[in-house]
C-alpha cells in the first residue's frame, strides 16, 4: 500500500509517496519526493500536480501544515489558505489526516533513526523511551509540540507555543524588546526565533549601534535571502553584526526550549528541528545550551533533559506519514 504524505509551510510544500511494510502500518520506503513553493490559491493543485507525475494508487494520505488543525480544519498562519481534513480526503478519494505541522514532526522523531540526531548533552541511550517528548524549531514561523507515550499509542499536543510572549533576559534583550515594539504591537518568540527573527536581530543590532553594517552584506541582503545571508556570513564569522545575530539568537532559541522543557519535563528527550538550526548548526551548539540550562535552580534538572538537533530535513513529512498509516490500522 502507499501512502501521501505532505509538510505545509509557510514558504515551501514538500510532498511524498511512502510504501507501507506489509506487516505493520508505518512508512517502510520512501518511493518518490518533491519540492513545491508555498503559493498559489491552496495545496490541492500542488498535490494533483505531484500525483500527476506518477501512478502509484494511494491508500491514505497525511498533510502536516504550519498553522493551528482544529477539528480536521487549518486557517494557516503564514499562508492566506484554509484546509480541511474532509475535503482533502474528498479530492483525493482515500482517508487523509490533517495535523499541526509539528504534531507530524513529533511523530516523525520517534521513526528517526540515532544517526539522523546529533545530542548536544546526554547520548541517544540515556533518553527514557518512555518519558514525554518535546520538539520546537524555527523556520518560516516558530513551531512547538509536545509527545506523551500512552498504551494506546503517543498522544501528540499540537500548540503554537512559540506565539507565547518574548521575555527579555538581560539589558541587550530589554534594548531588542524595545526595539522590536517599535515595529510590532505584540513581540512572540517567534518574532526572534525563525528565519525571520535572525534577519529583525541583525537590523536591531545595526540600528542600534550593538554593531557595524557592512555595505557588502546590505547589498547581498538586497539580493539574496536575506536570512540565509546573514546565517551563512555569521557562521563563518566573516560579519560582525551577522555573526553576533547568530549567536544572539542561538541564546534565544535555547531559552525558549528552556521554557518548552520546563513546562512538560520531556526525559524523552527535546528535538530541535526546522531549517535553521540545521543551517545554523556549526555555531548553534554552546549558545544555544547557555541559553538552554541558564533557569536558576532549574538549571541541574536540565541538565538531565537529553538535547538533539534533527538532522533529517523532511521529519514532519515522515511524520505526516506515520499518521497516514495510523488511518490504515
Given at each position: 500500500?502507499?501512502?501521501?504524505?505532505?509538510?505545509?509551510?509557510?514558504?515551501?510544500?514538500?510532498?511524498?509517496?511512502?510504501?507501507?511494510?506489509?506487516?505493520?502500518?508505518?512508512?517502510?520506503?520512501?518511493?518518490?519526493?518533491?519540492?513545491?513553493?508555498?503559493?498559489?490559491?491552496?495545496?490541492?493543485?500542488?498535490?494533483?500536480?505531484?500525483?500527476?507525475?506518477?501512478?502509484?494508487?494511494?491508500?491514505?494520505?497525511?498533510?502536516?501544515?504550519?498553522?493551528?488543525?482544529?477539528?480536521?480544519?487549518?486557517?494557516?498562519?503564514?499562508?492566506?489558505?484554509?484546509?480541511?481534513?474532509?475535503?482533502?480526503?474528498?479530492?483525493?478519494?482515500?482517508?487523509?489526516?490533517?495535523?499541526?505541522?509539528?504534531?507530524?514532526?513529533?511523530?516523525?522523531?520517534?521513526?528517526?533513526?540515532?544517526?539522523?540526531?546529533?545530542?548536544?548533552?546526554?547520548?541517544?541511550?540515556?533518553?527514557?523511551?518512555?518519558?514525554?517528548?518535546a520538539v520546537l524549531g524555527?523556520?518560516?514561523?516558530?513551531?512547538?509540540?509536545?509527545?506523551?507515550?500512552?498504551?494506546?499509542?503517543?498522544?501528540?499536543?499540537?500548540?503554537?507555543?512559540?506565539?507565547?510572549d518574548f521575555a527579555p533576559?538581560?539589558?541587550?534583550?530589554?534594548?531588542?524588546?524595545?526595539?522590536?515594539?517599535?515595529?510590532?504591537?505584540?513581540?512572540?518568540?517567534?518574532?526572534?526565533?525563525?528565519?525571520?527573527?535572525?534577519?529583525?536581530?541583525?537590523?536591531?543590532?545595526?540600528?542600534?549601534?550593538?554593531?557595524?553594517?557592512?555595505?557588502?552584506?546590505?547589498?547581498?541582503?538586497?539580493?539574496?535571502?536575506?536570512?540565509?545571508?546573514?546565517?551563512?556570513?555569521?557562521?563563518?564569522?566573516?560579519?560582525?553584526?551577522?555573526?553576533?545575530?547568530?549567536?544572539?539568537?542561538?541564546?534565544?532559541?535555547?531559552?525558549?526550549?528552556?521554557?518548552?522543557?520546563?513546562?512538560?519535563?520531556?526525559?524523552?528527550?527535546?528535538?530541535?528541528?526546522?531549517?535553521?538550526?540545521?543551517?545554523?548548526?556549526?555555531?548553534?551548539?554552546?549558545?544555544?545550551?547557555?541559553?538552554?540550562?541558564?533557569?536558576g535552580r532549574m538549571t541541574?534538572?536540565?541538565?538531565?533533559?537529553?538535547?538533539?538537533?534533527?538532522?533529517?530535513?523532511?521529519?514532519?513529512?515522515?511524520?505526516?506519514?506515520?499518521?497516514?498509516?495510523?488511518?490504515?490500522?
Amino acid at each position: 500500500m502507499h501512502v501521501l504524505a505532505g509538510d505545509i509551510g509557510g514558504t515551501k510544500t514538500s510532498l511524498a509517496i511512502y510504501e507501507l511494510a506489509p506487516t505493520a502500518p508505518a512508512p517502510a520506503r520512501l518511493l518518490r519526493s518533491a519540492r513545491f513553493p508555498s503559493q498559489g490559491p491552496g495545496l490541492l493543485p500542488i498535490v494533483e500536480q505531484f500525483l500527476a507525475a506518477g501512478e502509484q494508487r494511494l491508500a491514505a494520505a497525511g498533510f502536516a501544515v504550519a498553522g493551528p488543525v482544529i477539528a480536521g480544519h487549518c486557517k494557516t498562519t503564514n499562508l492566506p489558505w484554509e484546509l480541511d481534513a474532509a475535503e482533502l480526503s474528498a479530492a483525493l478519494r482515500v482517508p487523509a489526516a490533517l495535523m499541526n505541522d509539528f504534531h507530524g514532526v513529533a511523530l516523525g522523531v520517534g521513526a528517526l533513526p540515532d544517526d539522523q540526531l546529533e545530542f548536544f548533552n546526554l547520548s541517544a541511550g540515556e533518553r527514557d523511551r518512555s518519558g514525554v517528548v518535546a520538539v520546537l524549531g524555527a523556520g518560516t514561523g516558530l513551531g512547538e509540540a509536545m509527545l506523551v507515550p500512552t498504551a494506546s499509542g503517543p498522544r501528540v499536543l499540537a500548540s503554537e507555543g512559540g506565539h507565547c510572549d518574548f521575555a527579555p533576559r538581560d539589558d541587550l534583550e530589554i534594548d531588542l524588546l524595545r526595539h522590536l515594539l517599535g515595529r510590532h504591537a505584540r513581540v512572540s518568540y517567534e518574532r526572534v526565533v525563525s528565519g525571520p527573527g535572525l534577519v529583525a536581530l541583525y537590523e536591531f543590532l545595526v540600528v542600534r549601534g550593538h554593531a557595524p553594517e557592512q555595505a557588502s552584506t546590505r547589498a547581498r541582503m538586497a539580493a539574496e535571502a536575506p536570512a540565509a545571508v546573514v546565517g551563512e556570513l555569521g557562521v563563518r564569522g566573516d560579519d560582525l553584526a551577522c555573526a553576533r545575530a547568530v549567536d544572539l539568537f542561538a541564546g534565544l532559541y535555547g531559552a525558549e526550549a528552556g521554557n518548552l522543557a520546563l513546562k512538560c519535563l520531556p526525559t524523552g528527550g527535546l528535538y530541535l528541528a526546522g531549517g535553521v538550526g540545521l543551517h545554523l548548526r556549526p555555531r548553534l551548539r554552546e549558545r544555544f545550551m547557555a541559553g538552554f540550562l541558564a533557569k536558576g535552580r532549574m538549571t541541574p534538572l536540565l541538565h538531565t533533559i537529553p538535547v538533539a538537533l534533527v538532522l533529517d530535513g523532511e521529519v514532519g513529512r515522515r511524520g505526516a506519514a506515520v499518521a497516514a498509516a495510523a488511518l490504515l490500522a
